[in-house]
């Protein structure tokens, strides 16, 4: 299984950008889908989930600026991010857990937020 994350990039405080994460190989049913991000000397946390039933959680911070979605037609997560913040930055990674429990992660996308 491999996920690729992409969409990652530089953007000015205020901008957008639209993260996508595909996965691939024998996945046999996804239930969760996250993305998670991690700053400079930060630990790891999560930004935002959603579930094959549709459930939705999101951080505090990003509340009300991002947008996970995902196409479980082509087991696809997106996160879109709206009024980036400079404190937004890091690298951003997707998770998926699968129906037997079973997690992965992708390798990651930048993103850096400028002032």
């Known amino acids: 299984v491999q996920l690729q994350a992409s969409g990652g990039g530089l953007v000015q405080a205020g901008g957008s950008l639209r993260?996508?994460?595909?996965?691939?190989?024998?996945?046999?049913?996804?239930?969760?889908?996250?993305?998670?991000?991690?700053?400079p000397g930060k630990q790891r946390e999560l930004v935002a989930s959603i579930t094959r039933g549709g459930n939705i959680n999101y951080a505090g911070s990003v509340k009300g600026r991002f947008t996970i979605s995902r196409d479980n037609a082509k087991n696809t997560v997106y996160l879109q991010m709206l009024s980036l913040k400079p404190e937004d930055t890091a690298v951003y990674y997707c998770n998926i857990e699968t129906v037997a429990g079973i997690g992965y992660w992708g390798q990651g996308t930048l993103v850096t937020v400028s002032s």
Do not use: E, P, Y
Not at 21 to 36: D, K, T, V
């Open 19 to 39: 993260l996508s994460c595909a996965a691939s190989g024998s996945i046999f049913s996804i239930n969760a889908m996250r993305w998670s991000r991690q700053a």
